[in-house]
């Protein structure tokens, strides 16, 4: 299948955020959820049909990819960096996206360091947000730190990274992106245990979970953050791109 035609994104924006809304009532939640698209691989042609419908949070996996999207795209987009995050390029993406807004992915202290580093508070006037990213699944191939070092990491960007600001926790599912609640509730437990151990509110710290085949089960499972792709871009080509 082509890339959405520009009716078919906003038809698709508006029927997720309609989603999200029914969702987040049903959970019988206070504050609205926040819906990430997820715009990797699609051209910005796709991203500002996005904008254009009022979208203005966007997630990006690739570092080369949104060094090259960001500045095409209007200033006041808030880009989360949702993919894997090397050491070595995390100076490059926090100079060249100055509305950068979070970085999901932090799994490391040594990344945490970096990022603390690199980001200007006197010059952006806002800490950068960061998620830890949690491993639920227990899959090797899949980043992200063991639930019971999510803890340690938490306090280590609270306590040691003056730049960043600690949103709270994140994880991905399944490969087949088939709902497993169980990964949920994990992440879930896991703040449990952060917020108790270094007395924060559970209602401040965020859970990211939820992708276009379980975000509203995720919303129902307590996340404040879904990265929706291909519901709202249609499908990727990856084949295209290489
Ligand atoms: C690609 C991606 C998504 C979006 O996945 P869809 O199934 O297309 O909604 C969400 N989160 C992460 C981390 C991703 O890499």
New binding site residues.
Partial sequence: MQAASEAMVSRAIADVLQRVAAATQRAARQRPVRLVA?S?TKPVEALREAYDAGQRVF?E?YVQEILDKAPQMPADVSWHF??HLQTNKAKALVTAVPNLSCVETVDTQKLANLLNKAWDVEVAKRKLDVFVQVNTSGEETKYGVEPADALPLARHVLQECPNLRFCGLMT?GMPD?TSRPENFSMLEKCREDVCQALGLSVEEIELSMG???DFEQAIQMGSTNV?????IFGARDYSAKQ
């Fill in positions: 997820v990797k997630g996996n949702i993919g991905i992106y992708m276009s085949g990265r929706v792709g291909s519901t």
